[in-house]
């Protein structure tokens, strides 16, 4: 079996150890970050078939035309192209203080489509792994041209129900989480129950650890001038003033929200969202069409408007604790959200858990919110990717007729929340993940079920 392999974090070592002892896989080619990790790799394998990332998109040297771009070039460049996460992507990594725009950047999309045509015809792989689903434009749009050409792509993935592991998922798009059928009877680890117990606690106690470290570091406040000063003066020097516009900018877009959103739970039935901080692999590209987040918000209210209810929409704090990104919130976006009738903006202050608790559903991406909604009894649309789609409770949205199904049933009293349920899940889940090592932030058992699976056998599922 013929395996391409996109490592991310792994080391050239940790791959050999993952691949040891397997003699039926050939690993026919490798994309790494840099020239530094192509020298690392090379002690293991041809250096002619390590591809860095800045090759797939060099204008200047285009690699040579083969058979696959006659039937599929054109069509991978338009299929590419017709995605808007394609120029989402590309704006979060290729845009530099507005010196390069999307239209430009274009010429970087067709670059590395051409060239992941040529380097696919080369190596003609079985199977492409990649540690985690792209989110950077030139993997981003390997791994499309490879799905487009029929070539499996499999990937790892934390799950935010249990984010200490992680699963073997197949297809960039379809995002297919596989079975393992490993020790299905084994009971929830401790850990887990430990969380459980947190989450139907209060909100402090059931933040997430990172969420809490940065709670703790902001003295529970949504922003600090302290923190934007020792920003600003981070090196490089040449980078200040653009820090310094974009401080200003989070603190005028800060006190905006603070000015426009309420302070109490309404007297009315309403559904809670809870925005993803923006950018981020979990909202883009996993969020599909909904990975600009206005679209839910627009979407929900539409429809709860014909029942009467409410949306509340209560910002991620970590918007406002992190680094401005301006090109993923502005003064518009929090005008246009609480210019809509039946929609509010939630206080930063709002405890969590009393929003949950008040609402009559939650929605998020794919946030922590599902596990925190399902343990404390509410439902959660989840929009994007339907990892979660089994378990009771979690109503994935792909479209608006999927959202007004949903609405009918929860109005009829016809979805159900119980621990119990939530509780079986979680054991099927864990017996069939892998413990995430915090180092290279994956699996190196994931890795070697993944490159090694006999695909064939999940076909049916």
């Not at 009877?185 to 947190?198: C, G, H, P």
């Not at 059931?206 to 406040?221: I, L, S």
């Not at 009293?413 to 119990?420: P, Q, R, Y």
């Not at 939530?422 to 190196?444: A, C, G, H, K």
Request: glycine share 4%; aromatic share 12%.
């Amino acid at each position: 079996m013929r395996v391409f392999i996109i490592p991310g974090l792994v080391c050239a070592a940790d791959l050999q150890s993952v691949l040891e002892g397997l003699d039926h896989v050939e690993v026919c080619g490798l994309i790494v970050k840099n020239n530094a990790q192509k020298q690392q790799h090379a002690q293991n394998m041809a250096p002619e078939l390590i591809w860095c990332r800045t090759q797939l998109i060099d204008v200047a040297r285009p690699m040579q035309a083969t058979e696959l771009h006659a039937k599929y070039y054109e069509p991978s460049v338009r299929h590419l192209l017709s995605d808007p996460r394609t120029f989402y992507i590309v704006e979060r990594i290729f845009r530099k203080e507005g010196i390069e725009s999307v239209f430009n950047s274009t010429i970087k999309v067709e670059a590395a489509c051409w060239n992941a045509l040529s380097i696919l015809s080369t190596t003609k792989p079985d199977k492409i792994f990649i540690q985690a689903t792209p989110h950077e434009p030139i993997t981003w749009v390997f791994t499309c041209v490879a799905e487009l050409l029929g070539i499996p792509v499999m990937l790892t993935s934390k799950t935010v129900l249990i984010p200490w592991r992680t699963r073997v998922i197949l297809g960039v798009n379809k995002q297919k989480p596989l079975p393992l059928g490993i020790n299905e009877q084994a009971e929830l680890s401790k850990e887990v129950t430990d969380r459980i117990e947190r989450l139907k606690g209060d909100f402090i106690t059931g933040m997430p650890d990172y969420e809490y470290k940065r709670y703790v570091k902001y003295n529970a406040k949504y922003w600090s001038w302290k923190a934007e000063i020792s920003y600003l003066f981070k090196p490089p020097a040449k980078t200040i003033p653009f820090k310094m516009i974009n401080s200003f900018r989070k603190k005028y877009c800060y006190d905006l929200y603070r000015r426009l959103a309420i302070r109490t739970i309404p007297g009315v039935k309403y559904v809670v969202f809870f925005p993803h901080v923006q950018p981020e692999r979990t909202s883009l590209p996993e969020g599909k069409w909904y990975c600009q987040q206005w679209l839910i918000i627009r979407l929900l209210s539409f429809h709860l408007a014909d029942l009467g209810w409410k949306l509340l929409v209560k910002e991620h704090p970590s918007t406002f604790r992190n680094p401005w990104k301006p090109g993923f919130r502005n003064s518009e976006f929090y005008r246009a959200v609480s210019s809509l009738p039946n929609v509010e903006l939630a206080s930063l202050g709002m405890d969590t858990y009393e929003l949950i608790d008040g609402s009559t559903a939650t929605a998020t991406i794919a946030g922590t919110t599902i596990m925190e909604s399902i343990v404390r009894g509410k439902p959660a649309f989840t929009f994007g990717t339907d990892y979660h789609k089994n378990l009771p409770g979690v109503m994935p949205v792909e479209s608006s007729d999927d959202l007004v199904r949903w609405l009918i049933q929860i109005n009829a009293g016809l979805i159900k929340v119980s621990l119990a349920d939530t509780m079986d899940y979680l054991r099927e889940l864990e017996n069939n993940s892998f413990v995430v090592d915090p180092i290279i932030n994956t699996s190196l058992e994931a890795y070697r079920y993944a490159i090694t699976c006999d695909l064939s056998k999940f076909a049916d599922q």
